[in-house]
């Protein structure tokens, strides 16, 4: 599903215009952002799941062209886990 189905599904759902659903989803991904970006970054829906901030650990790879071996930078990622009521309905 794109994003511009789910705005047309959501708006359908709510009885809701396109742009006002637009809006809501904008307003709903800026505040996940803003939360995962604090030092302890966590967003709970109960019952669909979480949005978590880790931290990847510096490590050596491999360029899988010539074999030589990379330093890979640490850097955060955001985990999900979904949610008991999201893992049943799936």
């Known amino acids: 599903m794109t ?3 789910l705005v047309e599904t959501m708006a359908k759902d709510a009885k809701i215009t396109k742009a006002a659903a637009g809006a809501v989803l904008e307003s709903f991904m800026t505040n996940v952002t803003k939360a995962l ?3 302890d970054g966590k967003v709970t829906l109960v019952g669909f799941g ?3 901030k880790v931290r990847r650990k510096a490590r050596k790879g491999r360029n899988p062209q010539t ?6 930078k640490a850097r ?11 893992k049943d309905a799936i």
């Open 50 to 52: 979480t949005f978590a």
């Open 76 to 86: 955060n990622a955001v985990t999900f886990k979904a949610g008991k009521k999201l």
């Open 3 to 5: 994003k511009a189905e």
């Open 67 to 72: 074999g030589e071996l990379i330093t890979i």
């Open 37 to 39: 970006k604090k030092k």
